[in-house]
C-alpha cells in the first residue's frame, strides 16, 4: 500500500506516521508539508509545498497512491469563522479535489473530532465548519471516503503536541490516562490507536462513513489481531 500523509508534524499525524512506517504492508509513506518532519526512513519520501490550496506544482507527484491521511488541522481557539473556515474547509477540499483527479481508486480519510455538526446549523462554529467539510469530502468520487471523529487523543511515542497548553494538559493528564481509559473507553484513544485504526480502515473497508471514538478503537483492536 502507498499511502499520502498530510499534517505528518501534528500530533496526530505524527502517530500515523510512526504506524505507516512500522507497517510492513506500507511500502510507501509521502509525506507533503510546508515543514520538513526530520525523519529519515527508507519508506519516506517528502515534499515540502507552501499552498494547501493549489497543487498544480507537484501534480504529478500525488499520482499512485492507495490512500491519504489527512491530518492536517488547527484549533478554533482565537479564531474567526472565515479564517477557521480557509484553513479547515478550503484545506481539505482544495486536498481532495487534486488528489481524486489522479488517484479516483484512492481511500481518503479525514481526521474531524467528536461533536461535528453533520447538519452544519449548531451553535459551535468549529462543529458546523468540520460538518460541512466532511460533507462535503463524502460527495468526492473517491473509492472510499471515511470521517475519523476521535474524542481525547493522547500522545504515546514521545510524541507531542505543538500547542503549549495542550502539552501541559497531555503531561498532566497522561499519568491517569489509564484510568480514563478505563472509565470512559468511547471517549479516549492514543495516537498510535489512530494511526493504527487508519490503516485498518485503508485495507479492508469500515461499515460505516462516519466513525466515532468507539469505532476507532475497535478498529485498531481489530489491526492488531
Partial sequence: MKVILFGATGMVGQGVLRECLADPAVERVLVIGRNPTGQKHEKLREVLHASFTDYSAI???LAGYDACFFCLGVSAAGM??????HVTYDFAMA???ALVKVNPAMTFIYVSGTGTDSTERGRWMWARVKGKTENALM???????????PGYIQPLHGITSKTRL??????LVGALFPLWRRLFPRYVITTEDVGRAMLQVARSGAPKRVLENGDLAALSREYSR
Fill in 59 to 61: 501534480e504529478a507527484e
Fill in 80 to 85: 474567526t469563522e472565515e479564517a477557521y473556515h
Fill in 95 to 97: 486536498t481532495a479535489e
Fill in 139 to 149: 460527495m468526492l468520487p473517491f473509492k472510499a471516503s471515511y470521517m475519523f471523529r
Fill in 166 to 171: 495542550y502539552r501541559v494538559i497531555y503531561a
